[in-house]
């Protein structure tokens, strides 16, 4: 990602940076953001132990909460610190992506590192850096070179988020349901959960809405969050088999723990903190990374059409992708993904992934003929590597594969792990699993190929740093809708993922359902209307958007001109009257900055919404293109009715969004050049 730099300065803080306590002791410490309106306070116990808090605007968000780690066969390091010095800083930038949901995104903060030392024993140091911005706080600990700490096994960190009250908390559990996030989110008080994962949305009883989570994960094991207080969580870091939280030596850092807080829902959706935390591009020309909507041979296989593994039913044949990228050219799609295109999914191939090749393909499916197919029509192939977990059986033949995809111009590849554990013993969200999802994008990265990962470790923005990290799963998609036994997502999930979920960055949901009278064993189904499913493009960012229905079910239908209209990647994106659970309203303006879309969506229950367009430009007249839930339209009885229709708007105009049970709208405003 480019890093454009529009002001940047460091000062002293004189101004900022205040010592509130007696002469000579200095053991607390405030700093507060750009605007003032988030003051942090640092401070040292009697009993030398870090301590933080930080208000919004004078509210409460964290109260006073313990800092620190323990150790494996070590003295911990939590307690008996004094501060040697402390350095001040300011910063103001703005930078530019290369795709997003803004354009530019300005990293404006105010830092405070902290430099601590143990008062007796062995002095061992360790800095605590804070940032705090006009939305939020982010914070994290470097541990120096240094005599006495070079080789560390953490086994535990001591970091706590506490509030004022038992507050309400949208969450999904941590392994219990599954390894890779796809839960139902629930809101329940703080006193009703467990441990829990990031990001977890909370609404506090100040009337805040406060987002906890990390940013820059590398090399470092996942923070979930332990319920130790109906008021407090701290941070339960995934271990390793061994029971070794994280392996490290001196000089290493953790990652961000970060605090997002907003007045409304909105606030919090479309901060920027996570990315700021993450380091500039490693990657120079970034002109082969591009965005894309695509299609696939996939959906088929969940409905039992096709198989992965060889048969009569076998999708991934030559003469069946040839014709999907006929669709996707006629239809302006950029590409299309085939799934089971390789040998080793014959037989029960979640049992063992060492049985996956990931450069001979199955004879039915010429890789060659294939992409030479494609790339005259002007579609790409996108690969896709499934591994079932064996992570390092993949990792023996990555060159080789990303190799074999760069000769035969395949940039993209969709990557899965379909197993409970990595290796048969290391969960997806570990150090374990953080090393290894790095390294396939940074080998991805050598090859000019993007990635879109599925049963992922969670996104924490890594996308700054490597922006061909361009989408992942982890979160629960489409794919439920054909054989979850409960039935499949129902319309309330949908209108929680922005707020939840989508902090963490692009998810793909692959949103596009047009037919809803498909049978499953499970009996699960789509639980939206079709003008939900449009609207979905908007609501659920991705960079690489997928269309997921069959193409036959999108041929001569109008409703379809949306999803071909609609772009993927954002100059910038505003949310509006929206309340999680129930009801969310978000507008995206496409990377030229010329056309603002609109989605909205409900759950189960039908409601009418008045949504003011003040986010058009002034003095401009727009053509809105309307998809609307037609008349009798209920996700239950009858998805499909849509009633399109276009009128002349302004940003005077108040539109009356009347939304069906389960239901949608989606909205395409075009500037009437005069």
Not at 181 to 210: G, H, M, Q, W
Request: charged share 25%; proline share 5%.
């Amino acid at each position: 990602m480019k890093n454009i730099r529009y002001r940047y300065c460091i000062i002293a803080l004189a101004s900022i940076l205040i010592y509130a306590c007696s002469a000579g002791t200095k053991k607390t410490y405030n700093i507060s953001s750009p605007g003032k309106n988030v003051a942090l306070v640092f401070e040292l116990t009697a009993s030398g132990e870090p301590k933080y808090s930080f208000t919004s605007n004078g509210k409460s968000v964290i109260e006073p909460s313990l800092m620190g780690f323990e150790f494996q066969g070590i003295q911990k390091m939590t307690e008996g610190f004094e501060v040697v010095s402390t350095e001040e800083k300011s910063a103001d930038e703005t930078w530019e992506q290369p795709w997003g949901e803004f354009k530019k995104v300005r990293d404006h903060h105010n830092e405070l590192v902290v430099h601590l030392k143990e008062s007796k024993g062995e002095e061992r140091l360790v800095d605590i850096i804070f940032r705090v911005f006009d939305d939020g706080v982010g914070f994290r600990y470097e541990f120096p070179k240094q005599p006495h700490l070079g080789k560390v096994k953490i086994s535990n960190e001591i970091t706590q988020f506490t509030f004022k009250s038992n507050n309400d908390v949208w969450w999904i559990p941590v392994h219990r349901e599954n390894s890779y996030y796809e839960s139902e989110y629930r809101k329940t008080p703080i006193s009703k959960t467990d441990t829990i994962n990031t990001p977890a949305t909370f609404e506090t009883k100040e009337n805040l809405y406060v987002a906890i989570h990390e940013a820059n994960l590398t090399d470092f094991a996942s923070m979930t969050l332990l319920k130790t207080s109906d008021k407090q969580y701290k941070s339960d870091l995934v271990p390793w088999a061994d029971g070794v939280k994280v392996y490290a030596e001196t000089p290493f850092k953790t990652p961000w723990r970060t605090v997002v807080v907003g007045k409304t829902p909105g606030d919090v959706a479309t901060s920027t903190i996570m990315l700021n935390l993450n380091e500039p591009s490693k990657i120079d020309d970034l002109s082969w990374i591009t965005p894309s909507k695509y299609i696939g041979i996939w959906w088929g296989m969940h409905l039992e059409k096709f198989t992965w593994g060889q048969g009569p039913k076998h999708g991934a044949t030559t003469k069946n992708t040839k014709e999907y990228i006929d669709f996707a050219a006629k239809n302006n799609f950029d590409g299309v993904l085939v799934e089971g295109w390789n040998e080793g999914w014959d037989g029960d191939w979640t049992a063992d992934g060492k049985a996956f090749s990931f450069v001979k393909a199955y004879p039915d499916f010429n890789l060659e003929e294939i992409t030479k197919y494609a790339a005259i029509k002007n579609v790409r192939l996108i690969g896709h590597h499934e591994t079932a977990g064996a992570s390092k059986h993949y990792e023996g033949q990555l060159e080789d594969a990303f190799k074999l995809y760069q000769k035969m111009g395949v940039n993209s590849v969709k990557t899965g792990y379909v197993n409970k554990y990595l290796d048969k013993k290391e969960w997806h969200d570990s150090q374990y699993a953080s090393r290894h999802y790095r390294k396939v994008i940074e080998t991805a990265a050598k090859y000019h190929i993007m990635i879109d990962n599925h049963e992922p470790i969670k996104g924490t923005g890594i996308q700054r740093t490597y922006p061909n990290f361009m989408s992942q799963e982890g979160g629960r998609g489409q794919e439920y809708n054909a054989w979850s036994v409960d039935g499949g997502n129902t319309p309330q999930h949908l209108t929680t993922l922005p707020f939840t979920r989508m902090l963490s960055g692009p998810f793909d949901y692959t949103p596009g359902n047009f037919n809803f009278d498909y049978k499953t064993p499970s009996g699960a189904r789509v639980q939206t209307t079709l003008a939900n499913q449009l609207a979905l493009y908007v609501i659920i960012f991705s960079p690489l958007q997928m269309a997921s229905d069959l193409p036959e079910n999108y041929v001569d239908k109008p409703e379809f001109q949306f999803i071909k209209d609609v772009p993927c990647t954002w100059s910038d994106t505003k949310v509006l009257d929206s309340k999680i659970g129930e009801y969310t309203t978000i507008v995206r303006k496409d990377w030229d900055e010329k056309n603002w879309y609109l989605g909205s969506i409900t759950n189960k229950e039908a409601r009418d919404l008045k949504v003011t367009l003040s986010f058009l430009d002034k003095g401009k007249e727009y053509e809105a293109e309307i998809y609307a839930d037609g008349a009798g339209a209920n996700y239950k009885t009858n998805p499909y009715p849509v009633a399109i229709s276009k009128q002349k708007v302004n940003n005077q105009t108040v539109l009356n969004i009347k939304l069906a049970a389960g239901g949608g709208t989606a909205i395409k405003f075009t500037p009437i050049e005069k």
